[in-house]
């Protein structure tokens, strides 16, 4: 139960980060149920949040709940001045001379600060006391080598913290289409992404071996668990809104050695019935397998993006989400994109959404000497 005596100042010693109990934990969850309970009503976010912690990638402790709060105060009698969580993620990188490793990132999401507690200082506590946490936090046998975030409060509040914002946040819209359009990629079910996501990663450890620009690159992996924890959210959601579940989870247009994917998920921020709403399909990641740059290979692939693009445009439709977003396309996909002629719009991200970086490893953790490869949906939490 929060309580009504008033917390010491942000900067006594008596303030300090701890995890939530239970009882302290739907609290959290009850504050900022108006920022991100979407089109669920408060039991059902409540629920959500809880359901939330046993799926892939949260579950068996990879994601922590953490709250800033006032030692002098008991446990469910505390104040909670403010709280995040964090995701431990596998990423790879290759140093300067290519050498590769596979590491741990971890993702922050959900800072929330207590309205009534607000600009006292504690959300930037809080930050400071984690950047200071997060780098011996379940590491296990793997050393950590920074902390992401997307933040949505623009660049410079998290900057100062540390999160340096990375120049590239940009997506692509297209809108929905109905069903009439010619159907040329074959649907996705979920007992379909297991092999599909190794045969990503496999693809990009040979990628990030073999390629070397002189800088650091890091990719957060985007493996099943990634996959799964948007798909449970997704799958959650509409089990509450409509009785039903998508059952399409991407689309692939299949060549043997070429084929070309993508793994989506439906967002329902609003009224499903409402046109005010920003109700979203999200390509949580595209895939090109054939990177071979000769003009016939280029052609047929523009064929297999275009098929499985449309593929996502009208499950947009099915569901009646509003648009179709793709997060930073990488040049080949965005080649395709012209390429066939696809309409769609750019748009560059200022204030929502911005991919930063806290870096711990060698170097400056910015674009100078770190590039950070396929800032894609999958890797926001």
């Not at 390629?211 to 890091?218: A, E, L, Q």
């Not at 290979?297 to 947009?316: D, G, K, N, S, Y």
């Amino acid at each position: 139960m929060d309580t009504t005596l008033a917390p010491s100042d942000s900067r006594s010693p008596n303030i300090y980060l701890t995890h939530p109990t239970a009882g302290e934990s739907e609290t959290i969850y009850s504050l900022s149920f108006l920022a991100w309970g979407d089109a669920l009503t408060l039991p059902q976010y409540l629920e959500e949040s809880a359901f939330l912690t046993t799926v892939p990638l949260a579950k068996d402790d990879g994601m922590s709940v953490w709250m800033l709060t006032d030692k002098t105060f008991a446990q469910d009698q505390r104040p909670i001045l403010c709280s995040c969580e964090t995701f431990r993620k596998r990423a790879f990188v290759t140093d300067t001379k290519g050498q590769f490793t596979e590491v741990i990132v971890h993702a922050v999401a959900s800072v929330f600060c207590n309205p009534k507690y607000r600009g006292r200082g504690y959300a930037a506590r809080l930050m400071r006391e984690l950047a200071i946490m997060l780098p011996s936090w379940q590491v296990e046998s793997r050393r950590c080598v920074g902390s992401v975030l997307y933040s949505d409060i623009g660049k410079n509040y998290y900057a100062n913290l540390g999160w340096h914002p990375f120049p590239i946040n940009t997506h692509i819209e297209l809108d929905p289409i109905d069903a009439s359009t010619p159907f040329q990629a074959r649907e996705l079910l979920v007992t379909d992404l297991d092999q599909l996501c190794k045969d990503d990663e496999a693809m990009i450890r040979k990628a990030m071996i073999s390629m070397s620009n002189g800088k650091i690159r890091m990719m957060l992996v985007p493996d099943l668990d990634h996959m799964l924890w948007h798909l449970r959210k997704e799958e959650f959601a509409c089990d509450k809104l409509f009785g039903k579940q998508p059952q399409v989870k991407g689309a692939i247009a299949e060549q043997p050695g070429n084929r070309v994917w993508a793994i989506w998920m439906h967002r329902f921020y609003g009224d499903p019935e409402s046109a005010s709403s920003d109700n979203t399909l999200y390509i949580l990641r595209i895939v090109t397998e054939n990177r071979d740059p000769n003009v016939k290979q280029r052609e047929m692939q523009a064929e297999q993006t275009q098929a499985v693009l449309q593929a996502a445009q009208i499950e947009a439709a099915e569901w009646k989400l509003h648009c179709v977003k793709l997060w930073n396309p990488e040049p080949l996909v965005r080649e395709m994109l012209e390429r066939v002629g696809i309409p769609h719009r750019k748009v560059e991200r200022k204030e929502d959404n911005i991919a930063s970086l806290l870096w711990y490893g060698e170097g400056s953790g910015k674009e100078d000497t770190l590039e950070w490869i396929g800032i894609g949906k999958y890797a926001w939490c």
